[in-house]
């Protein structure tokens, strides 16, 4: 295949929708180079925004910018393009994490194309959600989303949850007590007024959802224990649903397809009309990470515990502008 180039304003409309990706602390760790004379759109890892204390590793930021490439290729779909991924196509350079080649040769890929719809209606939310069961057909859907990504999704019976609702407790204490890695946190949130500074990163104080009262449940408080005006407090359900998102490796490579695998899921549930929410807390700690798993499914790395369930859509988190995140190479007009 021969890739083709992509105008100004197509580009600008595919890397938009790759923007609206989640990622850990909504950082949005991620750029993209446009190269005009080879028609390939590069996907680097911007380190600059990347989490040393929450993330030394790097994994999370993997994770973000795998959900930014399959954000990518759905856009890309829907816009009637062919996409051809290479995850790491060059080993000398560690932040170059995948090359897009665009072409409208042949069949997009429809499966991906049907998600689109759902890309500006994903959020993540911390609200309570309601005891309903999730429909067998549409978890089934949820996993193959996973498995379409080389990942594996895995629903854990209550007595796991119930574990990691605990692990969730031990998380939080031991982030309690850690000073930078509670400074790294109230880095990006966002506690003041909208209005004040409109922010275009971090977790603004109106996607923080209420403060919890009663049991534990496995949502980032991102107030810290902090007041917030007008916040208000709220029960949330005793048994959430859980869905374990995991690889059979873990590495770079596993991490990007992880995230591609995540976003699939999420945009899964968002068109089935479920909401949702990352939960991390556990994957920050090695020790926790590797008791998260579930051992009736045989997962060897869980990469992300999602929190699904029927209730409040959550308030959309603020997104970078495409100008910040997108460098075309001489030769090519810019975009607006």
Request: hydrophobic content about 40%; glycine content about 8%.
């Amino acid at each position: 295949m021969t890739a083709q180039q992509v105008d100004a304003n197509t580009l600008t409309a595919l890397v938009a929708d790759a923007t609206a990706a989640p990622s850990l602390h909504n950082a949005q760790p991620w750029r993209f180079r446009y190269l005009s004379a080879e028609g390939v759109l590069r996907l680097h890892a911007d380190v600059s925004r990347a989490l040393p204390r929450t993330d030394p590793d790097g994994r999370g930021l993997h994770v973000g910018c795998g959900a930014a490439l399959l954000n990518l290729r759905v856009a890309a779909a829907a816009a009637g393009w062919t996409a051809v991924v290479r995850l790491l196509p060059d080993p000398a350079d560690p932040t170059l994490l995948a090359e897009v080649a665009l072409d409208t040769t042949g069949p997009p890929d429809q499966a991906l194309a049907c998600l689109y719809p759902a890309i500006p209606r994903r959020h993540s939310s911390r609200h309570p959600f309601s005891e309903r069961p999730i429909p067998a057909d549409l978890q089934d859907r949820m996993r193959e989303a996973a498995d379409a990504e080389g990942a594996q999704l895995v629903f854990p019976g209550a007595w796991h949850v119930q574990e990691l609702l605990e692990l969730v407790q031990d998380a939080e204490g031991r982030e309690a007590l850690d000073p930078a890695l509670r400074a790294e946190t109230a880095h990006w949130t966002r506690t003041g007024p909208p209005d004040a500074s409109p922010a275009s990163d971090g977790i603004p104080v109106e996607a923080f959802g209420p403060s919890r009262y009663g049991p534990a449940t496995p949502v980032r408080d991102f107030a810290a224990g902090h007041a917030v005006p007008g916040r208000g407090s709220a029960v949330f359900e005793k048994l959430p649903h859980i869905a374990l998102l995991g690889t059979g490796h873990d590495g770079p490579a596993d991490w990007l397809r992880a995230g591609q695998a995540l976003e699939r899921v999420l945009l899964t549930a968002t068109a089935g009309g479920l909401v949702a929410s990352m939960v991390s807390q556990t994957l920050d700690w090695p020790e926790l990470r590797w008791v998260t798993r579930d051992p009736s499914s045989g997962m060897a790395q869980v990469q992300m515990v999602i929190r699904l369930g029927y209730g409040p859509v959550g308030h959309p988190s603020p997104r970078r502008p495409v100008h910040e995140v997108l460098d075309v190479v001489p030769g090519a007009v810019r975009p607006h």
